[in-house]
């Protein structure tokens, strides 16, 4: 059964720390994608990143990035020097790699950044 | 400004009332979903359409019903025979091909009175 765990619910920390989103995944198809998306307290969901299975290069967007390893079905997303704004709840999702492209979402962290 | 909008932001539902969420895109995305966000869980898909006239099941569809008649419009009908409806309800809506990224509306927050 596909699956997307984050273990973490809840993390605090203080501007400008690095903190690391903990993603790990289950799933039998060999080709799929992973998705991080962002909830900030309005609700809307913002899209963050989308992987493929056969790119395993971490990427990197100004103080985003990400850690892809096939080898732990882990797709962990690192924030550098946090800040106030990055304040949000932060979800996983497996794409099913099926014809639905339906999401498999994590239950997601609720990142606070305190100044 | 292309994008996805939901209405209402609040709804409120009397018992044995049917209630019906409107979402509309204007990205020209063939596929349109809907999911339930309950509090401190994931977002679940209730249904789903991959073009016009046409759609599907999600995990969570019973109480819940969709049309497609517009390529732009996925409106979501909760009905009666939902027992639990409080929760925050999501449309998104992407492109066709195999597993294009999905992009979502600000949702809609139902509440039972």
């Known amino acids: 059964a596909q699956k997307v765990t984050q273990a973490q619910t809840e993390i605090s920390v203080v501007e400008k720390e690095d903190v690391t989103l903990d993603c790990v995944y289950e799933t039998r198809d060999t080709t799929y994608y992973l998705f991080w998306y962002k909830q900030p307290p309005s609700g809307e969901l913002v899209f963050l990143i989308r992987?493929?299975?056969?790119?395993?290069q971490n990427e990197i967007s100004g103080r985003y990035s990400w850690n892809f390893q096939k080898s732990t079905s882990s797709f962990n997303f690192t924030i550098t020097a946090s800040q106030v704004v990055d304040s949000a709840v932060y979800f996983c999702a497996l794409g099913d790699g099926g014809a639905t492209n339906k999401l498999i979402f994590g239950t997601g962290t609720l990142l606070a950044v305190q100044p | 400004d292309g994008g996805i909008t939901q209405s209402p932001k609040y709804l409120f539902r009397k018992e044995g009332q049917n209630v019906t969420l409107s979402c509309e895109q204007n990205?020209?995305?063939?596929?349109m979903y809907w999911y339930r966000q309950d509090p401190g869980q994931g977002l679940r898909l209730i249904y789903y359409s991959q073009i016009v006239n046409d759609f599907q099941k999600g995990d969570i569809a019973e109480g819940y019903s969709v049309s497609r008649e517009k390529k732009e419009s996925f409106p979501l009908t909760v009905t009666s025979a939902q027992k639990n409806p409080t929760a925050f309800y999501l449309c998104a809506s992407s492109g066709k091909d195999y597993q294009e990224t999905q992009y979502f509306g600000p949702g809609t927050r139902l509440l039972v009175l």
């Open positions: 992987r493929n299975s056969f790119d395993e």
């Open positions: 990205l020209n995305h063939d596929a």
